[in-house]
């Protein structure tokens, strides 16, 4: 993943090490190769704009006589802003005092929501919750099996009874509460692309189990689509985070390096393969260290 800004930042980084010292031209010279770089991982304009103008402050003010060779330095000042960019400290989950803490998944269809739900609910089970899933896609017609063959893989159970999502999400909270769950994860249904049927439905079934968090799906490799997408869900669903699947498959990483300063929402979870263990809290600063390889 990112490959190809890990090479472009190699270069920069590798030329900037066999100087003593720097000159303001040499910074410029960084400083626009940065900006080119992250424009060919797809980095939203802005996002880019604003990085290459803090990363310039840095460098303008910078003690160069600390302990950092200047070569040193520019690599510290990039993985400090890649680390905000990405979001700075990775999301603490807190848990309702009144379980079950409920979890509200939306996103587009193919972002991997499905497979998400069943992700999410082994990595709680991990932690020693006892989660209960709810089936609330019923636009795609096998949503609900394929919810059902990842609850029984991470071993949690699946409920989705009623034949119409709103029913099947209130139904399944008080399920979650009659079985004494303490985490309820829904799944909801989506569409190929945002129309208002689809808001509306994902808004009331918000309203009926009135989550804790409110998490959307988004797909790495559909770029800055993505990060318009999270723009969009976050006007109708006040978005608490974003869960970002397929980086394994994304070479760019244009849309986990824009979300979080375009959307104003942080990346939550990952998911970076298709096994269900392929999934983690996103960590800020992990990421970045992987970027500058
Ligand atoms: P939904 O329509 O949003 O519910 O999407 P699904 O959960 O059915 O996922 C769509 C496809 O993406 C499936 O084939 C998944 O196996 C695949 N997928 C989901 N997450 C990842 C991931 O992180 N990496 C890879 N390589 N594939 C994924």
Redesign the pocket.
């Known amino acids: 993943m990112f490959e190809s800004l890990t090479d472009r930042f190699d270069g920069i980084f590798t030329r900037l090490r066999g100087k003593g010292r720097l000159s303001e031209a040499d910074v410029d010279e960084a400083l626009r190769e940065i900006r080119l770089a992250l424009l060919q991982a797809d980095v939203n304009l802005r996002v880019v704009r604003d990085f290459v103008t803090r990363v310039r402050d840095q460098l303008v003010g910078a003690d160069l006589s600390a302990s950092l060779t200047p070569g040193q330095q520019v690599v510290k000042v990039v993985h400090d802003e890649l680390r905000a960019i990405l979001g700075g400290e990775a999301l603490r989950i807190t848990f309702a005092p009144r379980p079950p803490t409920v979890i509200l998944l939306a ?10 739900a069943g992700k999410l609910a082994a990595w709680f089970r991990k932690q020693g919750r006892q989660p209960l899933l709810v089936g609330a ?1 019923l636009q ?1 017609p096998a ?1 609900v099996e ?1 919810l059902r063959i990842l609850g029984a893989e991470a071993g949690v159970p699946v409920f989705s009874e009623a034949s119409d999502p709103v029913t099947v999400a209130s139904r399944g909270l008080d399920e979650a509460r009659r079985l004494g769950k303490d985490v309820l994860i829904v ?1 909801t249904a ?1 569409r190929l692309s945002i129309d208002a049927e689809l808001m509306d439905e994902v808004r009331r079934v918000s309203e009926v189990t009135d989550p804790h968090y409110t998490f959307l ?1 988004i797909d790495a490799m559909t770029g800055q689509d993505a990060v318009s997408t999270a723009e969009a869900f976050h006007k109708t669903l006040a978005l608490d985070g974003v869960i970002i ?5 994304d070479a760019r990483g244009g849309a986990a390096l824009s979300v979080k300063e375009v959307v104003g929402r942080p990346i939550v979870f990952a ?4 096994k269900q263990s ?1 999934f983690d809290l996103f960590h800020p600063d992990r990421m970045a260290d992987r970027i500058l390889g």
Not at 245 to 249: A, F, L, P, S, V
Not at 271 to 274: A, D, I, L, R, V
């Open positions: 996103g587009l269809q193919g972002a991997g929501k499905t497979t998400t896609d795609r949503a394929q799944d989506g799906v699947t397929k980086i394994d498959g998911s970076t393969g298709e392929d």
